[in-house]
């Protein structure tokens, strides 16, 4: 096992855990369907982590010629990844199963304060540096 392939089990972890929760959301919000109010920024952003969540595993496969690897490096590439990873739980609004609640599958109302969270983790992501 080469020292990029090790390296990689990690990230690869962490950034499948971002999608797993990342489309566990969306599904959970498809059998919600008749009690979502749907905003498009919301929708936009879930997929905008996506799409950088799926771009940050293609990245991997870029630094297989990294020739040598040090402690700081992989604490980087895991901070990103860990910021990817919170980015992505806080993307979409959860349902508690509180029927007596019907703002919580708001997209706007959870746009104005976990997503903003959300966002708050991708500047960290960016900050880290992809």
């Known amino acids: 096992m080469t020292q990029h392939e090790y390296v990689f089990v990690a990230i690869s972890i962490i950034l499948g855990l971002a999608l797993t929760r990342l489309l566990g959301h969306m599904g959970g919000l498809i059998r919600a369907h008749k009690r979502i109010k749907f905003h498009w920024a919301t929708a936009l952003w879930a997929m905008s982590i996506m799409l950088l969540t799926l771009q940050m595993w293609w990245v991997g496969w870029a630094l297989r010629d990294f020739a040598q690897w040090t402690i700081i490096d992989f604490l980087f590439l895991v901070a990103g990844t860990i910021c990817i990873y919170g980015a992505a739980e806080l993307a ?39």
């Open 92 to 130: 979409l609004p959860v349902e508690d199963y509180d029927l007596a609640n019907d703002l919580e599958l708001n997209f706007l109302d959870h746009s104005q304060s976990l997503g903003r969270v959300s966002a708050a983790f991708m500047v960290g992501y960016f900050a880290v540096g992809p």
